[in-house]
């Protein structure tokens, strides 16, 4: 074992430091929700989005399934896609600016994996790197100006997810490296899973002391494989953080 990398285990924190990576700090995540995106989710919302925008009385037999939903769901909820609704979040007071990718996968008929894709807090949308291969040092990237409001989490879609046949058919990413304008920050660690993974970072970034944009960029070390193609996909990286509200 390599001096800097003895790991010591806090679950869902830090567990030790990556050597080669400057010492960065390796981060778990903690696990969140799966997204249903299957038509039967996407029709019960398109039900439930028709009632509260009815300019009508729910009908008695309405009533008892409508009032389960909106208790689940609020007047908020945006659909099975959208990651944030239309409630205030850390995003009413920022965020990135400007994304970008190292590579891009071609479009697909009417599939787009652009980079933007792993930015538009939708479950239904994903970035796909674009080399031979599967895309080890390839990478996304997230510049902030220097007056959007500090964060401290990275959130992380891994894969995919539209359907487990496709999650499961393209790679996933095992590991990847946070760098901030260049320097390695942390190591994630991903779980091979369709849910929602969140990393707690180690301290607030953003607003740097030198006044100039931040610059969060995020690159393949390592994978899990796909069942059929070497594709890497993420579909979505988004943040939260404080200094709002």
Known sequence: MNKGSVCFLLAGGIIGTAAGQGHAPVLRPQLGGTPDLSAEAHRLHAWYDSLLTAKRDIAPSEQAPFDRLFYAWGETYMGPCAIIGMECSWYCGGGPDTVWASSTLKPVGSHRYDALQAHDLDHCHAWAEGVPGPGIGESLTY??????????????????????????ANNRVKRLRMDENGVPVAVLLLEDTMADQTFTLPRLFGQRVDHQPMRLSFTILDVYRGERYDDTVITEVWFDGTDVH
Do not use: Q
Not at 145 to 165: C, M, Q
């Open 143 to 168: 510049r902030f100006t220097n007056d959007s409001p500090r964060l401290h989490t990275v959130n992380i879609s891994n894969g995919l997810v539209t359907n487990e046949p496709a999650w499961r």
